[in-house]
Every structure is written in structure tokens, then in C-alpha cells.
């Protein structure tokens, strides 16, 4: 698989894989040896760049990580976060203090069986602790030879000119995807000028580019339960997007998925979007969407006729978009 570069000389393949869904999210935990056994096959199929953090699980998705990709060490990159309070099990709050920053790094790399956290993002931004002092703190950690990379996640344009200010910032974390692309006005623009890379998390909409339709039902306990995007009716509408990609993915002898991804990467060559998946056939159908080169005309097609399709349902609740800290 080819590469590209996030930031500052982060070199990572063009498609990552998200490790979340695996324990946490999506209502059900995956046996761990067949996750164990799937990231195994997507090292094996190129895939260098490996995305978990602190609060999936808590703390069990960073362990499944490093366990499985101990055979891997330096070979490899993954990126973790930090940014909340976790009390009896649970996120309790933002917390970017520098003493939890240091503090979530020292545990994350014991579970994740390493000496240096590749990729450190802050996870959400934390109103009460100054950018500015999240930053330094990083920086300190990337001194210390602790942290190779900083990052951000889910910030707004001042936030990041802001951090990038005081520790260059490698890649920000982001929803991005056909189908979320209010990050396109003023935050792409702005990691572009900064020279800061993009890793899109759900490029494929929370698999709603992929195959979900009006009849599918989720697991108790899976977000998408609580997303005003995948209500039945949400997604009866939504469903024109979906019958655009199908339209593109029978022209180009793919699936929706590929294109979705596919599309994704067109838009700029520092953008690395990172789809999760439990199951082993999806991780290489998504890993096969680097091969798939839409034209400039076919890009403008997608433009123009998405253009006209008005997705229906926030991507979260007004709540959850609140403590983005866009």
C-alpha cells in the first residue's frame, strides 16, 4: 500500500485501521483472538497506522491493540489520546490537565507494550485547561522522548493555530466523509496553511456508506441507537447518498465502501482516513479502496450530484456536538 505523510514527516499507510469498534461503540465486544488475528492480516496487507485510545473500554482497547501488534514494534505506528476523566469504568468529563496528560502516557504505554507513543492526540478539546498548556505539556513529553507526535482531535481552526503555535502539531482527528464535510469551510483550510495532516475517522459514515439501509437494526447499547442520522426515517432519506456511491461503485467494479474511501483520499494527498471494522472481509475490501483512482471528470460528477442531496439528522445530538469544542 502506498504512504503519506501527516504533518511533520509522520509517515503512515494512505489507509488506517480504527481500532474502537473492536470492544467499544457498537454494543458487542469481538473475540479477541480474531481481532488479534485481524490486525495481524491488515499489517500484513500494508496498513501501518493503528488508531485506539484510553477511554475505549475503557483502557481494554488500548490493551487489545498492544498485544496485538507487539510483534510489530517499530514497524508500526499508533496513535492513542488522552483528554478525559474515566471514574468506575466511565468517561466522566474532559480533563486535560498536564498532570493527566503525563500520567495517561506513562499507563498507555504500558498497555500499549511500548517506549515512545508514536501519535498523542488530545482527545477533546478541554475548556478549562489552555491550549497553550496542553501543548507545552506534549512538547515536553516529545523532549522527554515519551511522544514522537502531537495531535488534536475534533478542534476548531483557533484552537489549532493556537497549539500549533506553541508544539507543531502532526494530524488532527476529525469526522470527514461524503457525507460529513463541515470541517471543508475553515478547518481543512487551515491545517493545509499549518502544513497538519488529516486522519478522517468514520469515512464511511459509521458504515452507513457501506450498507446500512431503513432495515437495519442495531445492537443495544451501540451509538448509532442514539444518532439523529440513523433514525429509520433519517436513513429512508439519506439513502439517495448511498444510491450515488452504488452508482459509482458499479462503474468502477467496486463496492460502495471503496468509493466512499476512495473518495476520501482524492481530496488531498495529506488526508489518511482510518474505517473500522471487526470482521476480516471488510478490512480488505476497505484496504482495497487505495488502488481505486477516480478521475477528475468522476470527482466533479460526485461534486455536482451530491451537491443535491440535502442528508438529513446531525451527526450527533446537540449535546455531544457541544463537547467537540468546535
Not at 500494508?46 to 496485538?68: H, M, Q, R, S, W
Request: with cysteine; charged share 20%.
Amino acid at each position: 500500500m502506498q504512504t503519506r505523510i501527516l504533518g511533520n514527516q509522520l509517515e503512515v499507510s494512505a489507509i488506517g485501521l480504527g481500532c474502537m469498534g473492536m470492544n467499544f461503540g457498537y454494543g458487542t465486544v469481538a473475540d479477541e483472538a480474531e481481532m488479534i488475528k485481524l490486525i495481524h492480516a491488515a499489517v500484513e496487507h500494508g496498513i501501518t497506522f493503528f488508531d485506539t485510545a484510553e477511554v475505549y473500554g475503557p483502557f481494554t482497547n488500548e490493551v487489545l491493540v498492544g498485544k496485538a501488534l507487539q510483534p510489530y514494534k517499530g514497524k508500526v505506528v499508533i496513535a492513542t489520546k488522552f483528554g478525559f476523566n474515566i471514574v468506575d469504568g466511565k468517561m466522566a468529563g474532559v480533563n486535560s490537565r498536564p498532570e493527566n496528560i503525563r500520567k495517561v502516557a506513562e499507563e498507555s504505554m504500558k498497555r500499549l507494550q511500548v517506549d515512545v507513543l508514536d501519535l498523542f492526540y488530545q482527545h477533546r478539546v478541554d475548556p478549562n485547561v489552555p491550549i497553550e498548556d496542553v501543548a507545552g505539556t506534549v512538547g515536553d513529553l516529545i523532549r522527554e522522548g515519551k511522544v514522537r507526535h502531537f495531535g488534536l482531535s475534533e478542534a476548531g481552526a483557533s484552537t489549532i493555530r493556537r497549539a500549533h503555535a506553541i508544539q507543531p502539531v502532526s494530524a488532527l482527528q476529525s469526522e470527514y466523509s461524503l457525507w460529513t464535510r463541515q470541517h471543508e469551510k475553515e478547518i481543512i483550510p487551515t491545517i493545509e496553511a499549518l502544513g497538519i495532516g488529516l486522519v478522517a475517522y468514520s469515512p464511511l459514515g459509521k458504515g452507513f456508506l457501506a450498507k446500512i439501509d431503513e432495515n437495519t437494526t442495531f445492537a443495544a447499547g451501540d451509538i448509532r441507537n442514539n444518532l439523529p442520522r440513523y433514525t429509520e426515517d433519517a436513513r429512508i432519506a439519506n439513502k439517495a447518498l448511498l444510491d450515488l456511491i452504488q452508482s459509482f461503485a458499479e462503474r468502477k467494479q467496486a463496492t460502495p465502501a471503496q468509493i466512499a474511501l476512495a473518495w476520501v483520499l482524492a481530496q488531498k494527498p495529506w488526508i489518511v482516513p482510518i474505517p473500522g471494522t471487526t470482521k476480516m472481509h471488510r478490512m480488505l475490501e476497505n484496504t482495497g479502496a487505495a488502488s481505486i483512482q477516480l478521475t477528475k471528470q468522476e470527482l466533479e460528477e460526485i461534486e455536482q450530484a451530491s451537491a443535491h442531496i440535502k442528508v438529513q439528522g446531525t451527526r450527533y445530538t446537540e449535546a455531544m456536538e457541544r463537547a467537540t469544542g468546535l
